[in-house]
């Protein structure tokens, strides 16, 4: 039978406006793609990638102009063929993957080959803002053992914010995320404050495009390249310039090129993190199943709504868990 696709969207509204090097949000926009089967479902949720204008709106225009290749489909081997990464293709990928799990009334993390998932240890992010409303942000995540950073690229004040954090939560991991905002100049600016304040990542300091100017560059804090890195074919460039590839759904377009990233990187000798835009619990918990091969795990997305789905997922002692309810384990299985 026929694979049936049908397209929603919404417009999330946060629970405060969400500042990052160069934007602020205050909503989030999504799209929910719901593939139907002779009675099985299978669901998938994408936001799309902002700094590639990957919109709801062209993630949706690029789901109808493609209808008819999309309900005769027939794996995900093939849809990477007929969609090109972006959040069209992670919204049908993960609900080809939920279909797929409800025809073999298997759980897509045994369809992924994974052993039964575990919670996670994940970052909760704190928006750029000022250096106390930031350590405030810091102490009310109280059960965060694992804190992101969002930085400017104005030195002093980054480093401010920073030193606040770290007197207000000198227990937490720290890392901090340029989100392209920093030059190469600023980066080494910067740089000796993170190391005295213990700072264990930075994330995306110079601008998509700008990667050469990081080649063989002996940081000392691994750098993760996020912006730089969206698919399979840009992990190898990450090599000599950045130690960590993060991975987003939305962004190389699905589970599927997600674990295929994480597999590729690992054979290149880095680091693996995963990463969401902001979303429910059906776009993060995709994540959650590739978080189970990462190093680092960055899946905080539906802390910052208003209102989540349910069943959703939970956070609970600075981990994520995802449970069988939320997405991807059929009923029974």
Not at 5 to 22: M, Q, T, V, Y
Not at 121 to 139: L, N, Y
Not at 280 to 292: C, D, K, R
Request: charged fraction near 20%.
């Amino acid at each position: 039978m026929a694979i049936t696709l049908e397209i929603h969207r919404s417009d999330l509204r946060l629970k405060a406006p969400f500042r990052i090097a160069g934007h602020i949000f205050e909503t989030s926009p999504i799209v929910t793609v719901t593939l139907r089967e002779n009675g099985r479902t299978g669901r998938g949720e994408a936001s799309g990638v902002f700094f590639l204008d990957d919109t709801v709106d062209t993630i949706i225009a690029t789901l109808e102009e493609n209808r008819r290749e999309l309900e005769a489909v027939t794996s995900r081997e093939e849809l990477r063929t007929i969609l090109p990464p972006g959040g069209a293709r992670n919204a049908v990928d993960c609900a080809l993957w939920e279909l797929e799990a409800a025809r073999a009334r298997t759980p897509v993390w045994a369809l992924a080959g994974l052993a039964a998932p575990r919670a996670l240890r994940t970052t909760f992010t704190i928006g750029a803002d000022t250096p106390e409303a930031m350590a405030a942000m810091s102490v009310a995540y109280v059960q965060a053992k694992s804190i992101k950073v969002k930085l400017t690229g104005d030195v002093d004040l980054d480093l401010a914010r920073v030193i606040a954090i770290r007197a207000a939560r000198p227990d937490a991991w720290l890392g901090v995320d340029g989100n392209q905002g920093f030059t190469r100049a600023s980066l080494d600016a910067l740089l000796p404050g993170l190391v005295d304040n213990g700072v264990s990542l930075v994330e995306q300091p110079l601008a998509r495009g700008h990667d050469a100017e990081l080649e063989w560059f002996n940081s000392p804090i691994p750098l993760a390249g996020d912006e730089s890195i969206c698919s399979l074919a840009d992990v190898a460039g990450a090599v000599g310039r950045f130690n960590v590839v993060n991975i987003k759904l939305d962004k190389c377009g699905g589970l599927t090129e997600g674990l295929l990233m994480a597999a590729e990187a690992r054979r290149l000798g880095l680091a693996v993190m995963v990463g969401t835009m902001v979303g429910t619990s059906l776009a993060t918990a995709p994540g959650f199943v590739l978080g189970q091969v990462t190093d680092l795990v960055d899946l905080d997305g539906p802390t910052f709504l208003a209102e989540d789905v349910s069943p959703s997922v939970v956070y609970a002692n600075g981990e994520i868990w995802s449970g069988p309810e939320v997405w991807g384990t059929p009923l029974g299985a």
